[in-house]
């Protein structure tokens, strides 16, 4: 199967808000795609549809060969969903959680209290498997959340927004489960708010914005849309601005982003040279500035730079 996902025209509304506006998308089988925007942006909703919890309106969707809305209990017996938040039961321990997972999916008492054994040793939980599930941390809860959506290993797995919330130690955590989900063969729909999320995990991104996919391509393609790199420059004085902004034009040739905040400006850099000349130049203009850093793009930048807005503008909008 050259495809596990086949997106055509997908739309989809509730009431007068249009969450998806006619998405199209390929989704190669054994690859790891992310789709990326910020809240509201209809991420969840394409999620839902191709999970068959929802029905399009109009389009066609068709997952590991079968149509979603014609075929979904064929669907359904071939994929898991790990939805944003946790969704086991906080009065079971972790290990009676993946047993009655196991349970409801057909698995015999034995067959399922291996499997949980399994799983929690794998993902690091056997010490707190016999505790409840709600004396553990968010990161373990995630951890076995997506543990419960591979008693039975899926064709295909959605993960919507699985770091949402989680300190940064827990984040690398589900980021490495997500590698070797990967690595076995399991195709992976992961959607998420985080750039350097998507960076890490996945093979092509689409980058999704008022229910249409903007733009789609490797994180490397779509970083080249502002730059390999970005530098902010946050001034001592917020009235300079336009010096700056006017400096940095000069020096790259196009305008640099501006920010909420109206003392800072972020440029995105086609070379790490090009920062070099941005300082040499704001020191020659003896323009004073609090602080800056060199990084890769962040979302916000590839979204300023594909729609004309920051990506929370696009969220707040959304939510309107």
């Keep these: 199967m050259a495809h596990a996902i086949e997106v055509h025209g997908l739309v989809k509304s509730f009431g007068t808000t249009r969450a998806l506006g006619g998405i199209d998308l390929n989704i190669r089988a054994g690859s790891v795609y992310g789709l990326l925007?910020?809240?509201?942006?209809?991420?969840?909703?394409?999620?839902?549809?191709?999970?068959?919890?929802?029905?399009?309106?109009?389009?066609?969707?068709r997952v590991l060969g079968h149509d979603v809305v014609r075929e979904a209990r064929a669907v359904r017996q071939k994929v898991s969903l790990t939805g944003q938040y946790a969704s086991v039961d906080e009065d079971l321990t972790g290990h009676e959680n993946l047993v009655l997972v196991g349970r409801l999916l057909g698995l015999s008492w034995r067959e399922a209290r291996q499997r949980a054994t399994d799983l929690l040793d794998a993902f690091g939980l056997s010490d707190a498997a016999g505790r409840q599930v709600q004396t553990w941390s968010g990161?373990?809860?995630r951890r076995v959340d997506i543990a419960a959506s591979l008693v039975v290993i899926p064709e295909l797995l959605?993960?919507?927004?699985?770091?949402?919330?989680?300190?940064?130690r827990s984040r690398n955590q589900v980021w490495e489960l997500v590698r070797r989900i990967a690595a076995e063969?399991?195709?992976?729909?992961?959607?998420?708010?985080?750039?350097?999320?998507?960076?890490r995990l996945a093979e092509r991104l689409g980058?999704?914005?008022?229910?249409?996919?903007?733009?789609?391509?490797?994180?490397?393609?779509?970083?080249?849309?502002?730059?390999?790199?970005?530098?902010?420059?946050?001034?001592?004085?917020?009235?300079?601005?336009?010096?700056?902004q006017a400096l940095m034009a000069r020096?790259?040739?196009?305008?640099?982003?501006?920010a909420a905040d109206p003392a800072e400006?972020?440029?995105?850099?086609?070379?790490?040279?090009?920062?070099?000349?941005?300082?040499?130049?704001?020191?020659?203009a003896q323009l004073e500035i609090e602080h800056f850093t060199l990084g890769n793009p962040s979302l916000d930048?590839?979204?300023?730079?594909?729609?004309?807005?920051?990506?929370?503008?696009a969220a707040a909008e959304a939510a309107r």
Excluded: C, W
């Excluded at 959605?158 to 940064?168: A, K, N, S, V």
């Design 37 to 61: 925007g910020p809240n509201g942006a209809g991420k969840t909703t394409t999620t839902r549809i191709l999970a068959t919890l929802l029905k399009p309106d109009a389009g066609s969707a």
């Design 139 to 141: 990161g373990m809860r």
């Design 158 to 168: 959605f993960l919507d927004e699985p770091t949402t919330g989680l300190d940064p």
């Design 185 to 199: 063969g399991t195709t992976v729909l992961l959607t998420t708010q985080y750039l350097e999320e998507a960076d």
């Design 207 to 244: 980058v999704i914005d008022h229910g249409r996919v903007i733009a789609e391509g490797t994180s490397r393609e779509l970083k080249a849309s502002v730059g390999t790199s970005a530098l902010h420059v946050r001034l001592a004085d917020a009235d300079e601005r336009p010096r700056l």
């Design 251 to 258: 020096v790259l040739g196009r305008e640099p982003s501006t």
């Design 265 to 284: 400006l972020t440029a995105g850099l086609d070379s790490p040279a090009q920062a070099a000349a941005i300082l040499a130049a704001i020191a020659e």
């Design 301 to 313: 930048e590839v979204f300023l730079a594909l729609t004309g807005r920051p990506a929370e503008d």
